[in-house]
C-alpha cells in the first residue's frame, strides 16, 4: 500500500483519482518489489549482489496516505517458530544492525509494536525522523505450516529515499567500500 508521494511530481496521483479511493495497479512495482527483495536479503559475492533464492509475491496499490508505504507481509518458514521468537529475533536484528552507530541511523532501526492497532501511517512515519520501520500485528498464520504474518510501515521518503541513500553512504564509507 504505496503513499500518493511514492507516484512522484510528474504525472502524479491527481487528488480526484485518490480521493476515497486505492488505485490497485501501478506499472512495474510488483516486479519491482519481487526483484528487490531478493537483492536486499541476498549475500555480496565475489563484488556483485547473489540475491536470495525466495519466492515473492504481492500487489502494489496507491493509497491516499501522504507519506509512507505499508506492507502485509505472510512468511513461511522452514521449521515452526513463534511470534515471540519472531519478535525477538526482529529486536536483536535492529540492536546490531551495520548501521548502528553512524551519523544518520535512527536510534531504532525496527520497532516491534505490540499494540494490535499499529503501524499506522499518521501515528508512525515521523518515528526517529521517519528512519525507522515500524512492525505491528506479529503473529502466526495458520495457512501455511510455518506461517508468520504481521504488518510493517516505513516512511518511502526518508528512510526510503534521500535520509536512506545518505545512511547507506555512511555505512559503505564505514564498510570501506567507498
Known amino acids: 500500500m504505496q503513499a500518493m508521494s511514492g507516484a512522484g511530481r510528474s504525472p502524479g496521483v491527481s487528488a480526484l483519482d485518490i480521493t476515497d479511493n486505492i488505485i490497485p495497479y501501478i506499472p512495474k512495482e510488483e516486479d519491482k518489489v519481487r526483484l528487490e527483495t531478493g537483492k536486499i536479503l541476498g549475500k555480496l559475492v565475489d563484488g556483485k549482489i547473489d540475491p536470495a533464492k525466495m519466492k515473492v509475491s504481492c500487489t502494489c496499490t496507491r493509497v491516499p496516505v501522504l507519506d509512507g508505504h505499508t506492507e502485509t507481509v505472510f512468511v513461511e518458514t522452514a521449521t515452526h517458530v513463534d511470534p515471540e521468537n519472531v519478535r525477538k529475533a526482529m529486536q536483536d536484528f535492529s540492536n546490531s544492525v551495520s548501521v548502528t552507530g553512524l551519523p544518520s541511523a535512527p536510534k531504532e532501526y525496527l520497532m516491534v509494536n505490540e499494540d494490535p492497532t499499529r503501524?499506522?501511517?499518521?501515528?508512525?512515519?515521523?518515528?526517529?525522523?521517519?528512519?525507522?520501520?515500524?512492525?505491528?500485528?506479529?503473529?502466526?498464520?495458520?495457512?501455511?505450516?510455518?506461517g508468520i504474518k504481521y504488518v510493517l510501515f516505513s516512511h518511502n521518503e526518508k528512510m526510503g529515499s534521500a535520509k536512506g541513500a545518505v545512511l547507506l553512504a555512511e555505512m559503505l564509507y564505514k564498510k570501506g567500500y567507498i
Open 119 to 146: 503501524p499506522q501511517p499518521r501515528l508512525d512515519r515521523e518515528i526517529n525522523q521517519g528512519m525507522t520501520t515500524v512492525v505491528g500485528r506479529l503473529r502466526e498464520d495458520t495457512v501455511f505450516d510455518n
